[in-house]
């Protein structure tokens, strides 16, 4: 599979205390294309690599904390959001429980 460049229009934090780039639409596709070429990659790349998955982890995290609090909102248990997550009641109330109650 042959790599795709990355646009050159987000610059690559190099200290490892770089904050994260903030998230565009474009950037799943970036870093899905990016994470093709795992194994033939310089430091920048692997730098440009972490930085867009990271930017999308933080991403999913905060959908996913949207749409538990709108399941609760809606009256779902949270033994079945805990389901619909992979995550036992309980373990899903301490991770999202002061989400729902302050949202």
């Known amino acids: 599979m042959p790599k795709v460049p990355m646009p050159e229009q987000s610059p690559v934090p190099v200290s490892p ?3 994260r ?3 565009r639409e474009e950037t799943m596709g970036e870093v899905y294309a990016e994470a093709s070429t795992i194994g033939r990659r310089d430091l920048e790349g692997n730098l440009r690599l972490m ?3 990271a930017a ?3 991403l999913i995290d905060e959908l996913i ?4 609090v709108e399941a609760r909102a809606s009256g779902y248990p949270w ?3 805990g389901a619909a997550l992979g995550m036992t009641k ?3 109330q301490q991770r999202y ?3 729902v109650n302050t949202g």
């Open 17 to 19: 205390h770089a904050k």
């Open 21 to 23: 780039l903030p998230f």
């Open 51 to 53: 930085n867009g998955l």
């Open 56 to 58: 999308m982890s933080t």
């Open 65 to 68: 904390v949207e749409q538990v």
């Open 79 to 81: 033994s079945e959001i």
């Open 90 to 92: 309980q373990a899903t």
């Open 97 to 99: 429980g002061k989400s």
